[in-house]
Nanobody, 122 residues
Framework: QVQLVESGGGLVQAGGSLRLSCATS????????MGWFRQAPGKERECAAY????????YYRASIKGRFTISRDNAKNMVYLQMNNLKPEDAAIYYCAAGTKVSSGANEYDCWGQGTQVTVSS
């Protein structure tokens, strides 16, 4: 089992930046695909980005491509989401997740953090 703890959320003005961090412990981190998902009130949870265990494969949903960057440090068991030029529609609870397959589907991830709130004011 992997334990995940997110941090870095908060309130930011539109156009601002935040960096989310996810600290992991437990099962060997380097064997896992890591994803950042988000869920806004009344909406389904969606994959914002994921990164393969090697870091060579990344995915971004279309609405954030060019603004967000996912990265990982396997030596530190950390994964990050740098979010630039934030928009009000990016506001959501952001969850870190770990899985064994390279996928944007939430059901492919079996370990989840508790989430961190991102609020973007217009």
């Amino acid at each position: 089992q992997v334990q995940l703890v997110e941090s870095g959320g908060g309130l930011v003005q539109a156009g601002g930046s935040l960096r989310l961090s996810c600290a992991t412990s437990g099962r060997t981190f380097s064997f896992l695909t890591m994803g950042w998902f988000r869920q806004a009130p009344g909406k389904e949870r969606e994959c914002a980005a994921y990164i393969s265990r090697s870091g060579f494969t990344t995915y971004y949903r279309a609405s954030i491509k060019g603004r967000f960057t996912i990265s990982r440090d396997n030596a530190k068991n950390m994964v990050y989401l740098q979010m630039n030029n934030l928009k009000p529609e990016d506001a959501a609870i952001y969850y870190c997740a770990a899985g064994t397959k390279v996928s944007s589907g939430a059901n492919e991830y079996d370990c989840w953090g508790q989430g961190t709130q991102v609020t973007v004011s217009s």
